[in-house]
């Protein structure tokens, strides 16, 4: 799957036409999650509104879920989706001038939960994402790194197969 900028405005269309709804609870602020894209229902659920650069980063994240589901992406691993989009969410940040040490200080900001296993996963996922946008290659060994530092993150407790249903 690719990222370019088209993809985005594929997703930008099917929030705007509905496709894909989006759902603001802000009442659910204190959860762990700011966004999430329900696959199933096609909605991108915010429990806040991405007004700085780390919170605008997951809904990008999000977005490569998205484009996933608009490209009914069949068979694949947990692990991968979430390798996609933690990339593209990097790839993002660093162009925001938004490091790894930037995470690194929201850990220990108050109410942030950015666990140490999130960094190992932010990690590696800067490191593919300063490859790729450098016009670098494909780089196996830290594809697998961030693989495995997904596979600790306790909201992905198995490497099942997920099937897109498209919008
Ligand atoms: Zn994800």
Same mark, same amino acid.
């Given at each position: 799957?690719?990222?370019? @900028?088209?993809? +985005?405005? *594929?997703?930008?269309?099917?929030?705007?036409?509905?496709?894909?709804?989006?759902?603001?609870?802000?009442?659910?602020?204190? @959860?762990?999650?700011?966004?999430? =894209?329900?696959?199933?229902?096609?909605?991108?659920?915010?429990?806040?509104?991405?007004?700085?650069?780390?919170?605008?980063?997951? $809904?990008?994240?999000?977005?490569?879920?998205?484009?996933?589901?608009?490209?009914?992406?069949?068979?694949?691993?947990? =692990?991968?989706?979430?390798? +996609?989009?933690?990339?593209? *969410?990097?790839?993002?940040?660093?162009?925001?001038? +938004? @490091? $790894?040490?930037?995470?690194?200080?929201?850990?220990?900001?108050? @109410?942030?939960?950015?666990?140490?296993?999130?960094?190992?996963? +932010?990690?590696?996922?800067?490191?593919?994402?300063?490859?790729?946008?450098?016009?670098?290659?494909?780089?196996?060994?830290?594809? *697998?790194?961030?693989?495995?530092?997904?596979?600790?993150?306790?909201?992905?407790?198995?490497?099942?197969?997920?099937?897109?249903?498209?919008?």
């Amino acid at each position: 799957m690719l990222a370019t @900028g088209d993809r +985005f405005q *594929q997703v930008a269309h099917a929030i705007r036409t509905k496709k894909v709804r989006t759902i603001y609870d802000p009442s659910a602020a204190s @959860g762990e999650k700011t966004a999430q =894209y329900l696959l199933d229902v096609n909605v991108l659920y915010l429990t806040g509104l991405g007004v700085d650069t780390y919170s605008k980063s997951l $809904i990008i994240h999000e977005a490569g879920h998205i484009i996933n589901d608009i490209y009914r992406v069949q068979k694949v691993h947990v =692990y991968d989706d979430e390798a +996609f989009c933690y990339v593209i *969410q990097a790839a993002y940040l660093t162009l925001k001038n +938004f @490091g $790894i040490g930037n995470i690194e200080t929201l850990r220990s900001a108050s @109410g942030r939960s950015v666990t140490q296993n999130a960094i190992d996963v +932010f990690r590696s996922a800067y490191n593919l994402a300063g490859h790729y946008l450098s016009g670098g290659a494909l780089l196996l060994q830290n594809e *697998q790194n961030l693989r495995v530092a997904i596979s600790r993150l306790p909201e992905y407790p198995t490497n099942k197969i997920k099937h897109y249903d498209g919008l």
